[in-house]
C-alpha cells in the first residue's frame, strides 16, 4: 500500500515538472526566438472594377533563428504615400526554414479613389514609399507567439 502511494507522488512530481518546464519553455520564447522581418519586394496592381483594384503584394519573410518557423496567420495594413489603402489577412500556413526569406504573395482589395496620387507613382515609374504594420502569429517547436510588426521603405516600381 505505501509503494502504491510514493509511485502515485513520484507520478504527479514528474507531471508536475514538465508541466512547470513547458510553461517556463514558452514564457522564455522571447529569449530564444529573434522576430522574424517582413520585406514587400513588389506590388502588382490589377484592376477589377472600374472604382476596385487588387494589389498583389511580393513579401519577402525573412527567419534571423536557427530554427524553423510557420507562419500561422498574417493581419496586415498597407499604406502608399502615408495614406491607409486596404487591410488583409493570410490563414495558410507558411514555412519558413531557419536562416532563411521565404517569397509570399497576399493581397489587398482597394478602391481606385484611395490610391490617390500613388496611381501617378506606379504608372511614372518613381520610387513608392510604403509602410506594411500588423500581427503575425508564428508557430515553433518551442510554442506559439504573436508578434506585432511595422515596416516601412520604398519600393523601385523600374524595376517590377
Known sequence: MK??????????LCILFLLTLSICLVSCL??????????????????SSFTDVNL????DVQNPNR??????????????????????RLEKEILVPSSSTTQVQVSVAAKF???????????????????????????TTFGSRDFPFSKDGRINQKNL
Do not use: C, Q
Open 113 to 139: 479613389k484611395d490610391l490617390g496620387g500613388s496611381v501617378k507613382t506606379i504608372i511614372t515609374g518613381h520610387d513608392l514609399p510604403y509602410k506594411i504594420e500588423g500581427k503575425a502569429s508564428i508557430k
Open 30 to 47: 522571447d529569449w530564444i526566438m529573434e522576430k522574424p522581418s517582413f520585406v514587400v519586394r513588389e506590388i502588382i496592381l490589377s484592376p
Open 3 to 12: 509503494n502504491l502511494r510514493v509511485k502515485k507522488w513520484v507520478a504527479n
Open 56 to 59: 498583389l503584394l511580393g513579401l
Open 67 to 88: 530554427f524553423d518557423l510557420t507562419l500561422k496567420s498574417f493581419e496586415y495594413v498597407l499604406f502608399l504615400d502615408n495614406k491607409e489603402i486596404g487591410t488583409g
